[in-house]
């Protein structure tokens, strides 16, 4: 499986940004997927996860701003930021995991910056 992410950028607070991941490859048994984000500094962490029927699950530090969808026809998903904080600034990966191994796949990360 190979994910690719794309989206990140510079954005001042208040803003918005859209994250987007393809997944290529042996996809048939990935599930759920999202994405996660490493602040500088600190360890990587959850920020949001959605299944193939669309259960969702969120951070506490991103619920009411931040919202995961997918495209399964297209096997994408995307993450919708608004109202972006300073301490959102991260480099976001997109993540994928196979139902059946339990393996973890990781696209490579993309920097989301959120300054004045």
């Known amino acids: 499986v190979q994910l690719q992410a794309s989206g990140g950028g510079l954005v001042r607070p208040g803003g918005s940004l859209r994250l987007s991941c393809a997944a290529s490859?042996?996809?048939?048994?990935?599930?759920?997927v999202g994405w996660y984000r490493q602040p500088p500094g600190k360890q990587r962490e959850s920020v949001a996860t959605?299944?193939?029927?669309?259960?969702?699950n969120y951070a506490d530090s991103v619920k009411g701003r931040f919202t995961i969808s997918r495209d399964n026809t297209k096997t994408e998903w995307y993450l919708q930021m608004n109202s972006l904080k300073p301490e959102d600034t991260a480099v976001y990966y997109c993540?994928?995991?196979?139902?059946?191994?339990?393996?973890?796949?990781w696209g490579k990360g993309t920097q989301v910056t959120v300054s004045s």
């Open positions: 993540n994928a995991v196979n139902y059946l191994t339990s393996v973890h796949y």
């Open positions: 490859g042996s996809i048939f048994s990935v599930n759920p």
């Open positions: 959605i299944t193939r029927g669309g259960i969702t």
